[in-house]
T-cell receptor, first 111, second 113 residues
Framework: GESVGLHLPTLSVQEGDNSIINCAYS??????FIWYKQESGKGPQFIID?????DKRQGQRVTVLLNKTVKHLSLQIAATQPGDSAVYFC??????????FGAGTILRVKS | NAGVTQTPKFQVLKTGQSMTLQCAQD?????MSWYRQDPGMGLRLIHY???????DQGEVPNGYNVSRSTTEDFPLRLLSAAPSQTSVYFC????????????FGSGTRLTVV
């Protein structure tokens, strides 16, 4: 069946270091992927997205990499800040607006 | 521009009671969806709508009803609440083209006792 999963449930990084959050997906038909950030008590917040015809997309301090060969997605956060502490979800979309979410990775930033 | 507004923020129900979770968006988005989030898990799709008058089931639709009479509103109804429906519920909306992902509301925390 369709599933999106994460390799690491918790990631602790030092402030100023770069963070890499990984995600594996199983549905090769998915054509759109999104990373969300969720802070405690809030709804998910869009970070960055990428379509399946791209390998890399950059935003402000964030980069998403897509490796379709191994069905792997990653989110890189440069110069991680305390405000980046949150749960990060990857999600895949195959058709319409059906998003399939992974379980999430907790990012903890140590000052 | 308020985005996606969910009410109430918190609710406690007794088993068997019914209630409606409200969701409204002012961005003229065609797509609207309801998700539930359980501890330690990602969001699971309950129901979704691609436009006014059109709804469809997601992964976990049992025990929930929806309707979409207007573009702006997408209420979620619990017909007979069960403890298994204790969760945080999120409403989301997007344009048809899915650009910039989906905008989520701040959630409704529901407890069924």
């Amino acid at each position: 069946g369709e599933s999106v999963g994460l390799h690491l449930p918790t990631l602790s990084v030092q402030e100023g270091d770069n963070s890499i959050i990984n995600c594996a997906y199983s549905n090769s038909a998915s054509d759109y992927f999104i990373w969300y950030k969720q802070e405690s008590g809030k709804g998910p917040q869009f970070i960055i997205d990428i379509r399946s015809n791209m390998d890399k997309r950059q935003g402000q301090r964030v980069t998403v990499l897509l490796n379709k060969t191994v069905k792997h997605l990653s989110l890189q956060i440069a110069a991680t800040q305390p405000g980046d502490s949150a749960v990060y979800f990857c999600a895949e979309n195959k058709d319409g607006n059906k998003l399939v979410f992974g379980a999430g990775t907790i990012l903890r930033v140590k000052s | 521009n308020a985005g996606v507004t969910q009410t109430p923020k918190f609710q406690v129900l007794k088993t068997g009671q019914s209630m409606t979770l409200q969701c409204a968006q002012d961005m003229n988005h065609e797509y609207m969806s309801w998700y539930r989030q359980d501890p330690g898990m990602g969001l699971r799709l309950i129901h979704y709508s691609v436009g006014a008058g059109i709804t469809d089931q997601g992964e976990v639709p049992n025990g929930y009803n929806v309707s979409r009479s207007t573009t702006e509103d997408f209420p979620l109804r619990l017909l007979s609440a069960a403890p298994s429906q204790t969760s945080v519920y999120f409403c989301a909306s997007s344009y048809r083209g899915r650009e910039n992902g989906y905008t989520f509301g701040s959630g409704t925390r529901l407890t069924v006792v």
